[in-house]
């Protein structure tokens, strides 16, 4: 079988692409190795209109049900992508060794999320080093954690965890939080944040599990007591098999 276009990622690009080419009756199939995405992580999202505010997981199942009344496209979820190979057609191969093959490959796989790089940081993740609030707050309920980053996604990971957490620490590099205004003027409201700005993160201590943070703020080393780390730094393109791709296209 070859499909006029594969999509690669099933997030809002990925579905949204297959809505438009399903409807020019093109056969699509879309390889992702979830139905959501970054979406799907997002506990309310207020600003797509029409939406007043809905949980991530509650529009994507809306997206995937739109979707999903197309025959013309198929979804194969669970499939993480290799490598894509153009011999004529394009061939897109996944680790699992399933190839499949179309006359357009259209690439909407997102990003992952960025390390800071600091001691601790890979010896302790998901041992209280963890990059997705969503998935993970839940589990420090009454405990106390920070949130490194000042953007959206730091923004969002400190509101959801304050519901949860005891405390949280807001840990920013710059000498204010980057993200939209309305995110920010909530997090100054928490009485359980306290906001770090200025403040380098050295490194995360523990043994077995995460026991605190040591940064540096104004020029001053300071260790931070706390059982969870909620890192929100920004994200690189998840695309490394595109990159294959280009080398053999030429
Ligand atoms: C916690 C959080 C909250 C957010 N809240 C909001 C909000 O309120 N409002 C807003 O506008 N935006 C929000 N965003 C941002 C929004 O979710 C993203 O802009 C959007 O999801 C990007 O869509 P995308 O389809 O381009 O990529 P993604 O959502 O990243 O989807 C990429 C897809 O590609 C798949 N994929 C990646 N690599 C491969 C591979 N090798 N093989 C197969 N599949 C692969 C992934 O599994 C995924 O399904 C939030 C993001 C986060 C993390």
């Known amino acids: 079988m070859i499909y006029d276009t594969i999509i690669i990622g099933g997030g809002p690009a990925g579905l949204s692409a297959a809505i438009y080419l399903a409807r020019q009756k093109l056969k699509t199939l ?6 959501g995405g970054q979406t ?5 999202i207020e600003n797509y209109l029409g939406f007043e505010s809905i949980n991530g997981m ?12 197309y ?8 499939v993480v992508v290799a490598k894509i190979k153009k ?6 191969a996944t680790t699992e060794g399933e190839s499949f093959q ?3 490959v259209l690439i909407a796989s997102g990003k992952l999320p960025r390390t800071l790089g600091v001691k601790g940081e890979a010896e302790l993740s998901k041992k209280g080093v963890t990059y997705c609030a969503t998935c993970d707050a839940p589990l420090y309920r009454n ?15 400190i509101l959801q965890l304050s519901k949860i957490a005891v405390k949280v620490y807001a840990i920013n590099k710059n000498p204010d939080f980057k993200g939209d ?16 700005n200025n403040a380098e993160t050295l490194e995360i201590m523990g043994d077995k599990k995460v026991s605190g943070v040591k940064i540096k703020v104004n020029g001053q080393e300071k260790t931070i007591n706390l059982e969870g780390v909620f890192i929100e730094v920004g994200s690189n393109p998840s695309s490394g098999f595109a990159e294959t791709e280009k080398k053999q296209v030429e």
């Open 102 to 104: 179309s006359k357009t």
């Open 71 to 78: 025959q013309e496209v198929e979804i194969k979820e669970g």
């Open 143 to 157: 405990k106390t954690t920070a949130v490194i980053g000042g953007g959206n996604s730091a923004l969002d990971a």
């Open 58 to 69: 509650e529009f994507i199942e809306k997206c995937r049900k739109q979707v999903e009344k």
């Open 30 to 35: 879309i390889l992702t190795i979830d139905v």
């Open 181 to 196: 205004e309305i995110l920010r003027q909530r997090v100054k409201e928490c009485k359980n944040v306290e906001i770090i």
């Open 87 to 92: 011999n004529g057609f394009f061939t897109v």
């Open 40 to 44: 799907a992580l997002s506990s309310e």
